[in-house]
């Protein structure tokens, strides 16, 4: 049987398995961020309970207890970015939130432009609105793998 060196493997049975990493999506907000969680073999995405928050520090703990939790490896979350490309003041407090989640959890943080996940979340009235931009997000970034 081929197997390219470069996939990850475990021998179970006499059968290869793909190990696959969990990965966690957020839509940042300064009351509610919205959380998805998925993987990146089977590139299922599932939006989790939004977060409510008062304090940055409720808030950044919330999401160290998900990834300790769900054993997240990649994280990815939303920059709102202003329509014209630049970063305005909600795309400062998402950096300050990501800055104090990659000192409290060491993983690496990724950034993906979240300017039209709004057009996407039009399609889903009645669900959550932040838990489905996360699961946007969350897409947008295993369609881009």
Same mark, same amino acid.
């Not at 021998?11 to 006499?14: A, N, Q, R, Y």
């Given at each position: &049987?081929f197997? #390219?060196?470069f996939?990850?493997?475990i021998?179970?049975?006499?059968h290869?398995?793909?190990l696959? &990493?969990?990965?966690?999506a957020l839509?940042i ?5 919205g959380?998805a969680?998925?993987? *990146?073999?089977k590139q299922?995405? &599932? ?9 940055e520090?409720d808030?950044?703990?919330a999401?160290?207890?998900?990834? +300790?939790?769900?054993q997240v490896?990649?994280l990815i979350i939303?920059? #709102?970015?202003? #329509?014209?490309g630049?970063q305005? +003041?909600?795309a ?6 990501a %800055?104090q989640?990659?000192a409290?959890?060491?993983l690496?943080? +990724?950034?993906?432009?979240e300017?039209? %996940?709004?057009?996407?979340? +039009?399609?889903?009235?009645?669900? *959550? #609105? ?8 969350l897409s947008m970034?295993?369609e881009?793998k």
């Open positions: &049987m197997w #390219p060196s996939f990850p493997r021998l179970v049975s006499s290869y398995l793909i696959f &990493m969990y990965i966690l839509d907000g300064k009351r509610r961020t959380v969680f998925g993987d *990146d073999q299922f995405v &599932m939006a989790l309970d939004t977060i409510r928050h008062t304090k520090a808030l950044i703990n999401i160290a207890v998900i990834i +300790e939790k769900r490896k990649r939303g920059l #709102p970015l202003l #329509p014209d630049s305005g +003041e909600q400062r407090y998402v950096q300050n939130i %800055t989640l990659q409290k959890t060491s690496v943080i +990724e950034f993906i432009d300017r039209y %996940t709004s057009f996407v979340n +039009e399609a889903q009235r009645g669900a *959550d #609105p932040d838990a489905a931009s996360a699961c946007a997000i970034a295993l881009r």
